[in-house]
């Protein structure tokens, strides 16, 4: 029980004296370097907040430019996206110029054929390769080149249509591209320390990803403003080869067009001559065919009128034949008797061989007249085909200005 109750050591004065100094001395270094510390952590905070002051305005900085570099590509994509959209339509009405001037070029093909089928019902003679059949063949052949052409040219059009809106396309996903990035930017241009809505984020410090390097998002949306360009350019150059396409196939068409109806008026012309001639000659064959049907009345009628003479000189050598014994002479009488019937009948032989001539001349004129008038029948057909059936139908025709 003593021992528990043992009194702590003793301290030597000097000993105390030591503690108290050793104390103060620790405290005072511990002041100072406290005071040291808050000296270098206010140092360190003046010197953060300059620096992340600096820094953020330099991110305000780079964001504003950013901003800048976006609304200026993105004016550039509507600038171009504005000039395709305009030269995509007027290659659209450039379009429709081709497919009417297309629809246009089917009825005169039609027709040309028509009258070459048409012709294809002339007779005779007449069926004739003529210059209006050439004409013809060659329209025929115009007009299908210049389907041929259109279709072609309306293809390439469409093509370019495609192109055009496939390089509108690429505006507009780059645009709208641009238009989120640059409200995401806007956003971030309006955050201080004091929006509400700032918050701490993970995403924010990794830098890893998908990202872009400045240099190709320029050279993307380069890209996509030069093929823009380009396609405009291209659409451009056809739309002065269509304008002129339509132009020389118009041209060709209206030439060839009225090449043929002027080989029409030409031909029905020659055909009206022609016919004229023809029906001047029946005429004149018909008047000859009465006067030679007169002519063979007049034979008959002579050889009828000799008739008479004839048995009266036979009766008189026949009654003097019966004279009786040294009467029977032959006398003067006697000798021209028989001369007058060898002279009747001669002139009978030679007026039936003028009838038998004139007969023969006769059938020869109705064979002619018969000729003459299948003929004039064969013209008037020609006539009929030309004038009525082919040149009236072509009057319908016409050649627009594509």
């Known amino acids: ?32 370097r406290s005071e040291r510390m808050i000296a270098e952590s206010q140092r360190l905070l003046d010197e953060i907040e300059t620096t992340t002051q600096k820094t953020q305005s ?87 080149g210049v389907i041929a052409l259109l279709e072609r040219t309306l293809e390439q059009t469409n093509e370019q249509i495609r192109l055009n809106r496939s390089a509108k396309y690429n505006l507009e996903m780059d645009l709208k591209d641009k238009f989120t990035a640059l409200t995401i930017d806007d956003y971030c241009a309006s955050l201080t320390n004091n929006t509400p809505d700032i918050r701490y984020a993970d995403i924010a410090e990794n830098i890893k990803g998908n990202f872009v390097s400045p240099e190709d998002w320029i050279y993307f949306s380069n890209i996509n403003v030069k093929k823009a360009d380009k396609q405009r350019n291209n659409s451009l150059a056809l739309r002065v080869l269509i304008g002129g396409i339509l132009s020389q196939t118009e041209n060709d068409m209206r030439k060839q067009y009225e090449t043929v ?19 001047t000659l029946l005429a004149m064959v018909m008047d000859e065919t009465a006067s030679q049907e007169k002519n063979i009345a007049a034979l008959k009628k002579g050889i009828a009128d000799k008739e008479g003479p004839v048995k009266v000189a036979q009766t008189r050598l026949e009654a003097r034949n019966h004279r009786p014994n040294v009467e029977l002479c032959y006398d003067t009488v006697q000798c021209r008797l028989i001369s007058e019937v060898q002279e009747i009948t001669k002139n009978i032989q030679r007026l039936k061989n003028a009838l038998a001539q004139a007969e023969t001349e006769l059938k020869g004129l109705r064979r002619r007249q018969l000729s003459l008038e299948e003929e004039i029948q064969v013209k008037e057909n020609t006539l009929y085909i030309d004038e009525v059936l082919c040149m009236q139908m072509r009057e319908s025709v016409y050649i627009n200005n594509f």
Do not use: Y
């Not at 330099?58 to 305009?86: A, C, G, S, T």
């Not at 109806?261 to 029906?279: G, I, S, W, Y």
């Open 1 to 32: 029980m003593a021992k528990l109750l043992k009194a702590p050591p003793k301290f030597h004065p000097s000993e105390w004296d030591m503690a108290n100094k050793m104390q103060c001395a620790s405290t005072e270094s511990q002041k100072s």
């Open 58 to 144: 330099d991110v305000n900085k780079k964001i504003e430019q950013r901003q800048e570099e976006i609304k200026f590509w993105k004016q550039e994509l509507d600038n171009k996206l504005e000039q395709i959209v305009h030269e995509t339509e007027v290659l659209l009405t450039f379009k429709t110029r081709l497919e009417k001037s297309l629809e246009s070029c089917k009825e005169p093909l039609i027709v040309a054929q028509k009258c070459l089928l048409n012709r294809q019902r002339r007779v005779g003679v007449d069926l004739v390769h003529d210059e209006v059949e050439q004409e013809l063949v060659k329209e025929t052949e115009v007009l299908q």
């Open 261 to 279: 109806n002027a080989a029409f008026r030409n031909r029905v012309k020659e055909v009206k001559d022609a016919k004229h001639k023809l029906e």
